[in-house]
């Protein structure tokens, strides 16, 4: 998180700092789109998909399993990539929970 003192923040707020951060490239969000509009583990479609160098792609995967939201597994000589789905539950729940704090205050906000 930069130059930002992560110890202030508690271990929540944090967490979805972090994973809000993965999802902070478009590149990120149309490898997961792809993969949510797949339903399946995908190896060498995304770098005809995105039009996007392999290397490129390699280290957004890398983003986006770092954080957990994605997993691979090796089979011969590639990796196939899938949602990791007990983290995108978490993840969901927890954008789920700071979503439901906004209570609308109609025309009487600012």
Known sequence: MGITKTDLFDSKQNELAIVSKAFAHPARVAIVQYL???????????????????????????????????????????????????RWLQIRNMLNELFDQYKDCGDNCC
Request: glycine share 10%; net charge negative.
């Open 36 to 86: 949510l509009k797949a339903n399946a583990c995908i190896n060498g479609d995304l770098v005809s998909e995105l039009g996007l160098a392999q290397a490129t792609i390699s280290q957004h995967l890398r983003e986006l399993k770092d954080v957990g939201i994605i997993q691979g597994s090796i089979e011969g000589s590639s990796i196939s990539y899938c949602i990791n789905p007990s």
